[in-house]
């Protein structure tokens, strides 16, 4: 068997139902190519092994793990990455969907390392902490609408599909989850550059409950800044309206 690491936030998914559920919201979407990211025990793996004409491959950093899995599942042979996720370049050379019950301590800097990979993953199906599921399908207005949110929803449409308790789990967390998917917006907004849009973004959200116009003066033109648009808040603001103001950034 295997022992549990809190030091790589393992809780391991026992629930046969939810492990199901989220096979299904995969499937929901054709996809040729899959990625799992912390495949850990296995729950969740021994499924998607079973998918039919699937490439499959998954990344798991804990080598007692790598160990269980080889010698539990034989069909995984060759097909496990033994590394962080975070230090993998895209393992295939086309389009292809991650899931995966994500490492909590690490869950936000997977989206992230997932959007560095431009528009070569098709589909995420992914679990999360509740809260953070939330906030990457959160709307402007609300109060945990931030930059996740905004960076995410640029380029994928959002849905939060169903919650996890804590009983479905070895250990059982102390928070519930939350299994998202994101599948390729149909229309990306039209922006200068992603490091324009993601910088505007990140910095608008890192003084939240100032104006727009005083967190974000030193990205803009002072005549620009005279617009009364830059009276609003950054949790005010659409996907569209953050993509749009990066053509009046200063060069």
Known sequence: MYTLKKSLGQHFLRDENICRKIVSALLEHPFERLLEVGPGGGALTKHLLELKDIDFKAVELDAEKVAYLEKTFPAI???????????????????????????????TQILFHILEWGGQVEMVVGMFQKEVAQRVAAVPGNK???????????FYKVEYLFDVPPGCFNPPPKVMSGVIRLVPAKEVPSMRSRKAFTLLVKTAFNQRRKTLRNAVRGLFPPAVL?????????????VADFAALTFKMNG
């Open 226 to 238: 005279e617009d009364p648009f830059f009276n609003q808040r950054a949790e005010q603001l659409s």
């Open 144 to 154: 945990i609408y931030g930059v996740m949110s905004v960076l995410v929803q640029a």
């Open 77 to 107: 042979q060759n097909k496990l990455i033994h590394k962080s996720f975070l230090d993998i370049d895209p393992p295939f050379d086309k389009s292809f969907t991650v899931a995966g019950n994500f490492p909590y301590n690490i869950s």
